[in-house]
């Protein structure tokens, strides 16, 4: 049986006190009764820092109040307090120089994919594990396959299977970063150091940007030789930091009670992302955009309050609560856009509160029903206030300067291809999302699925679009547009959609039933399922 991630596997802070949660604007008039608890997430505010962040870190106390910063001193644990500090970068020899390496079995745009190979790659006895470089990747187990010979042995058993992505990456390092602390005066080489402040409130500084941050600060050592900065912070003050910037400053408040809550049920069940580098989500769009306390926003904070402690679930599980920032007016199913099983709460649905089209009757994988949709610009949520419908050109050289790019960062076959013949569009999901996107070449046929679509070519905002060639005067193809909708992957919630329903009334929870049939509000407990799969740790 897997394994199931529930709270008490997390670290907790439970208090006794037990309060009545109204239901505020969720519908009804209904009082819950939940525990209150504290649960501390780690999200890493500056990555790879002393690699794609070389520019130094500045530490302040707000107005008043002092840091205190702990870091181990031989076996002794020293403490030191100021009102500010600073971290820098030392690029450090290393004589004789040092060869790191590793098997990187799959790259891919997201952690969604990633997680979906990863599996695979279990299922077939080889231990694995996520990283994210740049794009994300997996790997074979670092101390499973720690020694040449086994890295060697697998990658030959892995292409002797037929598996054509599979590569040994080898880096020679002649020196490394590492990480200095300056405080009062005096220079510390540490690899790892605590920050605290009495207020809980610590800024900030990199590259001339000040972002004030609740709770503590780590600086720790990643998977890649450089540091991580990592955030220790409350939840519900984690989400003052990403709701208004989600869903936007001057939202309507439903729409916003909607982001909230959904906005706090990704985030928990998505702890295992960074697992690989000892903290649990990014600051980033690779998970949610977090910007400290940063431009909060009264209507935002009041909706965090009234909804405190609020997940939806389905069958007492957490949600896999993807949104984005426009569907194009239908909602895809998980494996429209990544590779792994469906959610069946996660299901296409028509985003209208009209009866506009019946996918039933009307399957947008058929070409021609999909490019009546993508016509119709009237009668959606979207209508107005998004990306609901776009259309972009290229010609074949720009196409094919990008995918280049692509097969190339990924170590993809036929990268060394000169033109594009053709690009077809082979297979549509039923919410009209393309599955594969066909690009004949000169050196033959090249398959770009799914989301990878949006990585390997600039044009599409979404996969949920056409292709419409373009000629010249001589009838010779010059290029194509792309002919579409929506903005982002389209699964789950559509923010700009969200508005509308707001606007109309909706509250959050409905708004949230709308876009996620089938699931429940519940208030957070030790009774909820985080994520029913194992995490690859």
């Known amino acids: 049986m897997l394994k199931t991630l529930k709270i008490r596997h997390l670290v907790l802070v439970i208090t006794s006190i037990v309060l009545i949660i109204t239901a505020h604007t969720l519908g009804n008039s209904k009082v819950v009764q939940a525990q209150a608890q504290q649960v501390s997430i780690k999200v890493g505010v500056v990555q790879r820092f002393g690699d794609a ?70 299922s077939r006895g080889i231990p694995t594990e996520i990283g994210q470089p740049s794009r994300w990747q997996v790997w074979a187990k670092r101390d499973v396959y720690n020694t040449p010979l086994l890295r060697r042995l697998l990658l030959q058993s892995i292409q002797a299977q037929g598996d054509q992505f599979a590569t040994i ?66 939840i519900e003050d984690y989400l003052r930091g990403v709701v208004p910037h989600e869903i936007g400053p001057s939202a309507p408040y439903g729409a916003v009670e909607a982001q909230a809550m959904i906005a706090r049920t990704y985030a928990l069940r998505n702890l295992r992302r960074f697992t690989v580098d000892n903290y649990e989500l990014c ?25 405190k402690g609020l997940v939806l679930t389905y069958e007492n599980e957490l949600v896999d609560g993807l949104y984005s920032s426009a569907t194009g007016g239908v909602t895809a199913k998980f494996s429209d856009v990544w590779n792994g099983s ?21 399957s947008l994988s058929d070409e021609a ?69 066909a690009v004949d070449t000169d050196k033959g046929r090249i398959e770009v699925r799914k989301n990878e679509i949006r990585t390997a070519f600039e044009p599409p905002d979404s996969t949920l679009f056409y292709l419409e060639p373009l000629l010249n005067s001589d009838r010779t193809l010059r290029g194509y ?57």
């Open 481 to 537: 547009a792309f002919v579409g909708g929506g903005f982002g992957h389209g699964v789950g919630m559509s923010q700009t959609g969200a508005y509308n329903l707001a606007n109309l009334g909706f509250t959050g929870e409905q708004i949230l039933r709308f876009y996620y049939p089938g699931t429940q509000l519940q208030p957070l407990s030790d009774q909820i399922i985080y994520h029913s799969k194992e995490s690859y740790s």
């Open 342 to 362: 469906d959610r069946p709460y996660l299901t296409p649905v028509v985003d209208s509160t009209r009866p506009l089209w019946d996918l039933n009757q009307r």
């Open 53 to 122: 962040v070389k520019t130094p870190l500045g530490l302040q106390a707000t107005d008043g109040d002092r840091l205190r910063i702990e870091f181990k001193s031989g076996d002794q644990v020293e403490a030191v307090t100021a009102p500010s500090a600073q971290i820098e970068i030392i690029m450090q020899a290393v004589d004789p120089p040092v060869t790191e390496e590793k098997v990187i079995l799959r790259q891919v745009g997201t952690f969604e994919t990633a997680e979906d190979y990863a599996n695979l790659w279990r």
């Open 369 to 437: 029903n999909f490019r009546a949709f993508i016509n119709n610009r009237q009668g959606f949520n979207e209508a107005g206030i998004g990306r609901l419908r776009w259309r972009e050109e290229e010609n074949l050289p720009e196409l094919a300067r990008e995918l280049k790019e692509y097969l190339n960062n990924n170590k993809l076959p036929l990268a060394d291809f000169t033109k594009i013949n053709q690009m077809q569009v082979t297979e549509r999901s039923t919410s009209g999302r393309i599955l594969t996107l």
């Open 283 to 307: 600051a980033s769009i690779h998970c949610q955009v977090y910007k400290g306390w940063n431009g909060t926003v009264g209507n935002a904070d009041r909706a965090i309050a009234a909804t």
């Open 169 to 234: 990456e080898t880096k020679v390092l002649s020196q490394v970063p590492k990480a200095s602390l300056v405080v009062n005066g005096v220079r510390y080489g540490r690899d790892e150091i605590e920050i605290s402040s009495e207020r809980n409130l610590i800024q900030v500084s990199l590259g001339g940007i000040r972002t004030l941050y609740p709770g503590r600060l780590r600086l720790q050592p990643n998977a890649y030789g450089s540091y991580t900065l990592v955030n220790d912070v409350d």
